[in-house]
């Protein structure tokens, strides 16, 4: 990754929640042993299609493809590749695109020799998760600021809170919200909780939208805290507190 980490991909399509994350680019470094080695920037030749990286793809979360680099076109730059005896190596495969990557290439010598790279599995997810808090009758009452809030919405009768969560790539690991009957002081306060609770369950059986009750006769304010599966977290702070 871009901080130095070096990440190991599954070489099995994980299901949700067992990928391998990062939360940062990576780059990968692609090593052919290979006596009569060629790229096009040295001149094309006939039967030169060596590599083949179709099988490379990146989707997101819903599933849909993602528009990834041109890694033919790294793969065919000749200054990219560092030469020791037949031993080449080229360290300039960029993924810096959030997506679930499947890594994958054939490159065929000049003879017409053929091998393939098996599958990489691996998630590029730099993208914070996005969610919301709203009371029914009441619309939204969040926000990914801190601010001062005030007791505005009043009641005769219950509350049921709402909270919902996305995340484009890696997904939703879990939601938790914290009840409190004052405002905490500070953004600092809500990192330093360690008493949330999680709404419904925590992994691929994650609650992506839910909901609570709050009887009458009750004053409140409530924190969301979203964690996607790259460990990327978001707090969703109150505009508003409520007495029912």
Known sequence: SSNG???????YEPDEGEGVYSKEAVKATVTVNETNFWSEE???????????????????????????????ATANVAKNWNSITTIRTNSEFAFNVDANYTFTFSYTDLAGNKTVYNPDYFTVDQTDPTGEISLDRE?????????????????DSAYDVRFNAKDGTSGVKSIEYYKTRLPLGSEEEVEAIKSWKVLGTEGNLAERNG??????????VVYEKITDYAGRVTYIYPTNGAVA
């Open 211 to 220: 909901s609570f009750g709050i009887s009458p006769d009750e004053q409140f």
């Open 139 to 155: 619309g939204s009452i969040w926000s990914t600021i801190w601010r001062a809030l005030t007791f505005d919405i009043f009641r």
């Open 42 to 72: 040295n001149g094309s030749r006939e039967f030169n299609n060596q590599w083949d990286f179709s099988g490379t793809k990146g989707i997101n979360s819903n599933g849909e493809n993602i528009e990834l680099a041109d890694y033919l």
């Open 5 to 11: 980490a070096v990440i190991n991909p599954l070489t």
